[in-house]
């Protein structure tokens, strides 16, 4: 194998000739409509999800804010804040990059896209029933599966028809090696419908026996992050890296190895919220062992992400891609090394019910997750519409109010939580004392949280924007350039 032909397997460079520029402009029109159709509507989600989480703090903080609308209590705005945010905007905006880096790696132009927005309208629809069903006080009160039957139902098939399309790219792809990101994708792709269909099966659809609904439970929300986004997450930063810096990425066994450890390791992991609890001793046991090891692979992406830029973090000033990119990076290893932690008997038997898992949450769904969708969208999204992005100082404020909102928010739910289990575990200190403790830090999370909604609204103006094309054309703007493996900028 020629040393190009490597380079191409492992981390997919810039290109710069014309006929392959060519290429790649066809493969962006090709899925431009289902694509732009996703990431609206994933917007759409992340805003009312916003909308939602705000109202809860507040509600937390001050049990009588709209107590007197019942489809707005706090039992019905929090559920549907989760689920708003874990299935119309994360998995939504995921399922968008995953369709536009499939489509680009695999080096095939979409022929008909059609069944890519028949799926994404069943998925809104879904969503939206869903939502609005929780408020109305059908939820199934199950942890990140509150949607009703026939919402859920909605939503799988709509996976369906994603998930066939991926597999049928992928089988067509060009000839030659697989990228990294590839791999990331199609385990996703694969491993969605596995674990929802599942999860839904006995929880939802055919509840079985209440001992075993607990464990399938967090069985489903561990693997639905381990082996959904953290996959989708990963798969955007393999490709982004080392295309804007432009270098392969560090190395490629390393990227295969972490692959194949997440991919084992994950699904084992989830019983680590219930240690102590009415479960088997080995459940917890495997979980421990599993959610400990999970640093090993983390460390190693840790590795190849921050190696392959070490001489280009200049590139950060200039690319808000690998701004956000890297601070969802970062934000991984930090969740695996809290998550290694939780998972210890001792530790987690202080902070087992407090809002340190709250805190936890947020720390993989938004300082990751979200940071990694917001980078993959600014890349994106100007090549998809053939305009560049209006204002510059708009993205500039939207990374320092998402990064500092979401830092000091985790920050203050995890020190609470600390606080208030250390609290819980001393029998001289009634549980108000407790409460007391904590009432200061979910404050704080909830002014915190409010900047990161103010990021989102000024993200969702700026996209819009740019789809009425009142920015500049793309062939003259920079903001998203990127560089040749010579270190000339180029735009593809």
């Not at 290429?23 to 999800?49: K, M, Q, Y």
């Not at 998930?163 to 000839?175: E, L, N, V, Y």
């Not at 609470?416 to 979910?442: E, Y």
């Not at 920015?471 to 560089?483: D, F, K, M, Y």
Request: charged share 10%; glycine share 8%; proline share 4%.
């Amino acid at each position: 194998m020629s040393q190009g032909s490597t380079i191409s397997i492992s981390s997919a460079p810039v290109t710069t000739n014309d006929a392959d520029r060519l290429e790649l402009a066809a493969i962006d029109r090709s899925v431009r409509l289902p694509v732009l159709f996703f990431f609206g509507s994933a917007i759409f989600w992340l805003l009312v999800s916003s909308l939602l989480g705000m109202i809860s703090a507040v509600q937390i903080n001050q049990p009588w804010f709209l107590d007197n609308c019942p489809f707005l209590t706090f039992g019905r705005v929090r559920p549907a804040h989760l689920d708003s945010l874990i299935y119309g905007w994360a998995s939504a905006a995921g399922i968008g990059v995953g369709i536009w880096l499939m489509a680009r790696l695999s080096g095939v132009v979409l022929k008909q896209n059609k069944l890519l927005i028949v799926a994404g309208i069943f998925w809104n629809v879904g969503n939206l029933i869903g939502v609005l069903a929780i408020l109305a006080g059908y939820s199934q009160s199950i942890e990140w599966l509150n949607y009703p039957s026939f919402a859920a139902l909605l939503l799988f098939i709509a996976y369906g028809f994603i998930a066939i399309w991926g597999i049928i790219i992928f089988q067509s792809r060009k000839p030659g090696g697989v990228y990294v990101s590839q791999w990331y994708l199609l385990a996703a792709f694969l491993c969605f419908p596995w674990l929802y269909a599942t999860a839904n099966t006995f929880l939802v659809w055919h509840t079985i026996q209440g001992s075993a609904q607990t464990p399938i439970n967090w069985w489903y929300a561990q693997g639905i992050f381990g082996l959904w986004f953290v996959p989708l997450g990963l798969a955007s930063a393999y490709y982004f890296i080392p295309r804007i810096v432009g270098r392969p990425i560090h190395s490629y066994q390393i990227s295969v190895l972490a692959f194949w450890a997440f991919v084992l390791l994950f699904s084992w992991s989830g019983m680590r919220w219930l240690i102590g609890g009415p479960i088997p001793a080995w459940m917890s046991s495997v979980s421990i062992v599993a959610s400990v090891l999970l640093v090993i692979p983390i460390a190693l992406v840790a590795i190849n992400h921050y190696v392959t830029i070490w001489n280009d973090f200049d590139a950060l000033s200039w690319s808000p891609t690998l701004r956000f990119t890297m601070v969802g990076a970062l934000a991984f290893t930090v969740y695996g090394v809290l998550n290694a932690l939780s998972s210890l008997a001792g530790f987690n038997a202080v902070i087992q019910f407090t809002d340190w898992n709250i805190g936890h949450f947020y720390l993989g769904m938004v300082a990751f997750f979200s940071m990694m969708m917001f980078g993959a969208m600014y890349y994106i999204v100007p090549r998809l519409v053939g305009w560049e992005w209006p204002c510059i100082q708009l993205i500039s404020k939207h990374f320092w109010l998402t990064f500092i909102g979401a830092v000091l928010m985790v920050f203050s739910l995890k020190l609470g939580g600390l606080i208030q289990g250390f609290g819980l575990d001393d029998p001289k200190i009634d549980f108000i004392t407790t409460v007391k403790f904590v009432s200061p830090f979910r404050v704080c999370a909830a002014a915190f949280g409010l900047l990161i909604v103010v990021g989102n609204i000024i993200f969702a103006c700026h996209f819009v924007r740019l789809l009425l094309k009142l920015g500049i054309p793309n062939e003259t703007a920079t903001s998203t350039t990127t560089r040749n493996l010579s270190g000339e900028a180029v735009r593809v």
